[in-house]
């Protein structure tokens, strides 16, 4: 019983590490970060982004949605601009687990058994959406931050949620804490 409950839970971690996602960010930390308060998306960038109009769309509202409740404001004459871009590839994960053996035996050495090998795999498609900050005034990428995670065909709400959630974790980290 104990082994079953323990293999239980190494699959629902090893399931569960395809939907984490990872967020990594990079910036100019010679930037005061605190002069930004307002911006504007920059459509040169957003064009190139492989990605259907329509996720574009759910990825600018959830990108304003964010800046505004950290007191932005979306304008026409921004300090700042906001750009995205976007990869994505296959991937394919294996993972085998021996799960259950038997066994018996009599004598000197002879034994006799067998067990049952699981073999899982999953294949999906992670994706990476890359967020730019751009200084307005001198043309210059201050700020960048970019997640990483599982992309699965779904339905409108649950694909729309995932977004939310990539921007969300991503935003989170701006300002970036910078040395005094």
């Known amino acids: 019983m104990k082994n079953i409950f323990l293999i239980s839970l190494i699959s629902l ?3 569960s590490s395809c939907n984490s996602l990872q967020v990594f960010t990079d910036y100019d930390d010679k930037i005061d970060f605190s002069k930004y308060k ?5 459509k040169p960038e957003i064009d190139k982004a492989e990605i259907s109009d329509l996720d574009k769309k759910r990825i600018l509202r959830a990108i304003e949605s964010e800046l505004t409740a950290m007191g932005m404001v979306k304008s026409e ?3 700042m601009l906001v750009g995205i871009f976007t990869k994505s590839r296959e991937r394919v994960d294996v993972n085998q ?3 259950i053996g038997f066994g018996w035996g009599w004598g000197f050495n002879p034994w006799f058994g067998g067990g049952i090998n699981n073999v899982n795999v999953s294949q999906y498609t992670e994706g990476t959406l ?3 900050f751009i200084d307005k005034e001198k043309k210059e990428l201050i700020w960048q931050g ?3 995670g599982a992309l699965r065909l779904q339905s409108k709400e649950k694909k729309e949620a995932r977004i939310k959630e990539f ?3 991503i935003i989170d980290r ?3 804490e910078q040395k005094k």
């Open 13 to 15: 971690l090893v399931f």
């Open 38 to 42: 307002t911006f504007a998306f920059y």
């Open 77 to 79: 004459k921004p300090d």
């Open 97 to 99: 687990n021996n799960n």
């Open 130 to 132: 890359f967020i730019d």
């Open 146 to 148: 970019v997640g990483s």
């Open 167 to 169: 921007v969300k974790e």
């Open 174 to 176: 701006f300002p970036p």
